[in-house]
Structure formats: structure tokens, C-alpha cells
């Protein structure tokens, strides 16, 4: 018998980092841009707004050559909808369409490969004030904005990513600033209409791309990690079951299988909240396949049964996903893990379980898209940024996923969040992610210089060994 060993990481596995177009790029209503939901949203007291962010929109080439000096094979930033269609529909802002064909030729300059997100968190507001998500026409707004966005870049973006985190906006919208309940008598029923359209839109979009570019490759980008039971209690697996299902297998089965999760239908109609699907909506959703998945891994969550009484429902909500959903499961703080400054868990050995079990469901090569440390980094008066904090956290979960490589998982690439500093999506600029630090505060903006941190030239260094040393 010959035992196939798999080797650690193939040889032209993409390392890079990610951004997302409304957090880095500031000029959020010049140049022809239109508003987006994250442009009239209220901004959470003590965070700057999108106006300025890290001013990539006026730096994106010396970011680009910074990225390029860390040896990147990959960057994945997303395109605003609304500088390409400021309504979101109807005419083009040519402004627009020239800065991300700016930004790829500049990527591709330096053998940098676009990864390209179509759609995070940034929706038309002239499209959510007609409806957003719940109008069912706005799934040929997106598969418009696409096309336009294969014609325009698609000779020369390879690699695609439809809906970022989408899970994410039907769990904790709110926090993102993306849900709007006005005049909602059923919650459940409306975000999952939504979510039933984004489904559609992502499953239109795979297709319309393998017909207009064969040689390209498609996939979607949720928020996946693994929900632990909080003990070996058989109802709390069930809970963890339940919460496994709503929170990360609903979006994968779709976009993989174009099945609707069961134990998610069941939830659905114990909620009065069965989307409405038309004739064919299912076809098509079966008949779409994606080329890899992608997904953003933060941290784990772990949940215990629910019973359903007025107590047990009083779970704290765990920090990404909103974890308690009365009678079905309810957070719980897991006492194994350390946290962020922010509160949020860490887990490395969750992220190799995470793959694991993606793999065994799927089958599909994996690019992850997001993994990240946010913190309050200093710098220092000789203009460096000891940030061995993050180098440790990116060092433990890079270990496990080329454990999860020697175990056959098959994986393409790695881009922690985030490439270069930029505003959160509710805590502000001062929570940063990047590997290259932005010297502005949150309200003063400074000279908004750009420095290497200490993670810059350890990644620079796992790069170039394509993951081999990971010693500072
Ligand atoms: C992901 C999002 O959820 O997490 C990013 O795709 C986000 O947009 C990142 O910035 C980190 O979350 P936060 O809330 O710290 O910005």
C-alpha cells in the first residue's frame, strides 16, 4: 500500500493579508462615490467615522510596495460598490473603476495576485433605503454590480470573493450597522429573507463567473469557527450541534451543496421565518458550485443547552456571533482560553479543528481570509511598534494550520487581517490589526506615516520560507 505523505504547505501557497474597502480607503464620498450603509450609519461614540480611515485611496502605492516588501504572493482588498455605482445601479463612476484598475496593475506589478471581495458590509444606501437585502430585485443589482466587475478586471483578477462574512450580517447586523427593523414585527423572519437573497445573489455571481472567465476561481468568504459544547453534558451538544449549524454550516451547505441546512429549517419554522423561494431559486443554488472556500477565523465559541426558561435565557452574548438564542443554546465564557485586550478568545488549536471539520464536509481548498490580533500598539520615539503580542498569536495559529496541511487538509493561502491598520467596524482605529502602522489616532489624524511593525519583518521572514521559520 502507498501511504501518500502530504507536505506541509505547496509551494505556491498565498500568503498575504486582507483589508476591506470602506475601512481603508477613507474618500468615503469623494471622486464620485456614493453613500454606503457604513457612510450614514451612527458611528459608536468614541470611534471615528470612514472619512479618512488609513487614506489608502491617496497612499495604495506605497502600500502596495510595502505588502510587495513583505514578499506577499496575495492581497485581498474588497471594491466598494458604491464608488463603481454610486446608487448602486444605473450609471458607472469611471473615477471609480479606474482606482481599482489602478490597484491591481499595482499588485500585479509586484506579482502581487488580487484577491477580490465583491461585497463586505459596504451595501448602496440607495439600494437599503429601498429595501436592502429584503427586496428581492436586489439580487440583479448585484449580479449587475459583478458583471461589471468581471468585464472591467476579470482578465486580470484570477482569484474572487463573493459575500464577506455573511453570517456575520444576519447574526450581528447591528453591531456591523448593516440591519435596519423598521417597522419589523418578525426579525428572524426578515434576516433570513435576506440572508435567502444573499444566497441567491452569491449563487448567481459563481455562475455568471465561471461563464464570463473560465480561468478564474470563485468562492465565499463567512465567519467560521468551530462551537464547542461547554461540557460533556449530551445536551450541551446538542446546543453546540444547533449553534454550529445556525452559525457556520447554513452558509457552506448553500454554497457548496445548495441545500438548506435541516436543523436551520427547523429553527426557521419554530420561528415563522421560512424564506420566501421561488420556482427555481433551489435549482440554481444547487447547479452553483464554488472553486475553494474561504473563511475568516477569529476565535471559537462554546455554548451550553438552553432550556428555554426566563433564567437560562439571560446567556451573555459571546463577542462575534451573538451566541444565546432563547431555547436553542446559550454562550459560555470558556475558561480554557486566554483573551484579547479586547475580550476576544484565543484559540489556535480551534482554528485547526475548524479546518478539520471544514475539510470533512466539504472537500474544497481553503484560503483564509481573515485571522487576526486587534490591540492598542505603541509607537515608540525611534519610530518602532513592539508588537510581539501579535507575532505570537499569528505564530500559533499559522503552526496549526500546517498541521492541518500534514493532515491533509488542502490549503491555498493565508491572509490575516489586516494588512496595514485601518478602522474597525465598531471599535474604532485604535484597535489595530495590521502589520504596518498607520501614525494617525482616532480623531487626530497626525502625519499618517507608514511603519514597519515588528510583525512586518517576522511575517516577511515566515514568507520567505513559505511558512518553515516562524522564530522571531
Ligand atoms: C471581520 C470583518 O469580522 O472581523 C472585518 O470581516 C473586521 O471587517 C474584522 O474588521 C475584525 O473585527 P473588528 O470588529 O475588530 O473590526
Redesign the pocket.
Known sequence: MIITKHTPLPKDFLWGAST?AY?VEGENLSHGKGPSVQDTKEIPAGTSGFEVCADFYNHYEEDIALMAEMGFKTFRFSIAWTRILPTGRGEINQEGIDFYSNVIDTCLKYNIEPLVTMF??DLPDALEKMGGWSRRDIVDDFVNFARILFENYGSRVKYWLTI??QN?LTLVGEAIGTSDFTGVTNKVKKLYQDNHHMLLAQAKVMKLCHEMLPGAKIGPAP?ISLIYPASCKPKDNLAAQNFNAIRNWLYLDMAVYGIYNNLVWKYLEEHDAIPEIEDGDMEIMKAAKPDFIGF?Y?NTSTVEWDDGSEDAASGKVDQ?SGATEKGVYKAFPNPNLLRTE?GWEIDPDGFRATIREIYSRYHLPMIIT?NGL?AYDTLTEDGKIHDNYRIEYLRKHIEQLKIAAEEGCEMMGYCP?SAIDLV????GIV?R?GFIYVNRDEFELKDMKRYRKDSFYWYKKVIATNGEDLTD
Open positions: 476591506s475601512q463586505h458590509f464577506n462574512e456575520m465567519n475568516n477569529y462575534q479586547f481573515e486587534g487581517w474597525s467596524t465598531h471599535e484597535k490589526y
